[in-house]
């Protein structure tokens, strides 16, 4: 499930919520997974969807794999993978 010569754990993402008051992606800590989730640590105060439960950073919870997505901005490694790096190179 790890990719080789990459350090598995742990890795930055963005946890994808889509609830009544639109989307929002909230920065995470990977720590762990299981075969249908990952086990998170929150980097921030965050509410989970579709239950009145707050994390507080520092806690952890398991979450379905496909809420998360690796953190492009924090440098991620495994964001790399699998994007373009010049969108418009199909059209030339």
């Known amino acids: 499930m ?3 010569g990459v350090k598995p754990y742990p890795w ?3 946890l994808c919520l889509n ?4 989307y929002h992606e909230t920065p995470v800590l990977v720590v762990g997974e299981t075969p249908k989730q ?5 980097i921030e ?4 969807a579709g239950r009145m439960r707050w994390l507080n950073p520092g806690e952890r919870v398991l ?7 690796p953190d492009p ?7 790399a993978t699998g994007t373009r790096s010049d969108p418009g ?3 030339r």
């Open 2 to 4: 790890s990719t080789p």
């Open 12 to 14: 930055r993402g963005l």
């Open 19 to 22: 609830g009544m008051s639109g």
């Open 38 to 42: 990952y086990r998170v640590e929150a």
């Open 45 to 48: 105060r965050m509410r989970l």
């Open 63 to 69: 979450v379905p794999r496909y809420a998360i997505k």
């Open 73 to 79: 901005v924090n440098g991620d490694r495994r964001a």
């Open 89 to 91: 190179a199909s059209r």
